[in-house]
């Protein structure tokens, strides 16, 4: 009934996008200050909603169909998708918190990972905030790659890339890829984290897409548990999800889901945001 919609968005849309940006960065900061021992997913899960609804948004996870809640909250050998509720954090656990917001018709999506502190099992807490690190660091050279790319493509080889650079036994997820996000959190393309033969989409002035590696410490392969959501490791090993929304424009990018732009995650790459004019 329509033409479809172009993967490239207008600046005027780009300015749009600010907004559930940053509406989604401030519900997962107000989850993060919870993250404790004892403290349930769900109420996590209230914290980031109250937060959603008081800045006159939505949460878009919501929306999603046979979906009731506002965040993701997947812990140890869940990689995505955990549904949050009763279940108390613990010491030792590493916990993936993701979510997005809808602001007047557009679209924020953001993921991050913490590592509760165990005194008992230095080890434990070190190799699983080695992996946060790793996965957050791939997720920022994904980021970086998107300001000099010419194809989508060359964001997955990056995102590989530095995996392989820092922890070649990791194993990267197959299955589930980022996206291009606008009018709807979920948009064509789709974002590989993963080196393809096809180059993909010209980068472009208007692309915005939500970058999310989701590394593992063991094998890649999953399974999607009873619940119908939560999607764990097969080898029970751990895993850490990191996302970010981002807005190539004319000035450069913009990370739209962090409040400096992505001017810290970037440093290290030399490369500085330019806000969206
Ligand atoms: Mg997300
Ligand atoms: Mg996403």
Redesign the pocket.
């Known amino acids: 009934m329509s033409l479809r919609r172009s993967i490239y968005k207008t600046p005027a849309q780009l300015r749009a996008m600010v907004e559930p940006g940053l509406i989604t960065a401030a519900a997962l900061e107000a989850a993060r200050g919870l993250i404790a021992p004892g403290v349930t997913t769900g109420e996590l899960d209230a914290a980031a909603s109250a937060l959603i609804t008081g800045r006159g948004a939505k949460s878009n996870f919501q929306m999603v169909r046979g979906y009731r809640h506002t965040i993701c909250a997947s812990v140890n050998e869940q990689v995505v998708h955990g549904i949050p509720g009763d279940r108390a954090l613990e010491p030792g656990d590493i916990v993936s918190i993701?979510a997005?917001a809808e602001y007047k018709g557009w679209n924020g999506?953001?993921?991050f990972t913490v590592v509760l502190d165990d005194p008992t099992r230095p080890e434990i807490v070190a190799e699983r905030q080695r992996l946060s690190d790793v996965t957050e660091g791939s997720l920022w050279a994904g980021i970086a790659a998107l300001a000099t790319a010419k194809h989508l493509g060359e964001i997955g080889a990056a995102v590989q890339g530095h995996i392989e650079a820092n922890e070649p036994g990791y194993g990267i997820l197959r299955e589930y890829v980022g996206h291009g996000i606008g009018r709807k959190m979920h948009e064509s393309p789709s974002v590989f984290n993963y080196r393809v033969s096809d180059p993909g989409p010209e980068v472009r002035p208007g692309l915005v897409l939500?970058i999310?590696p989701m590394v593992v410490t063991g094998d890649q392969a999953t399974f999607v548990e009873d619940d119908g959501w939560t999607v764990s490791t097969l080898d029970g090993t751990p895993g850490s999800h990191w996302?970010h929304s981002v807005a190539v424009h004319d000035g450069g990018i913009w990370v739209l889901t962090a409040p400096d732009g992505g001017a810290a995650g970037l440093a290290p790459f030399g490369v500085t945001p330019a806000p969206i004019a």
């Open positions: 993701d997005g999506d953001s993921a939500a999310e996302e």
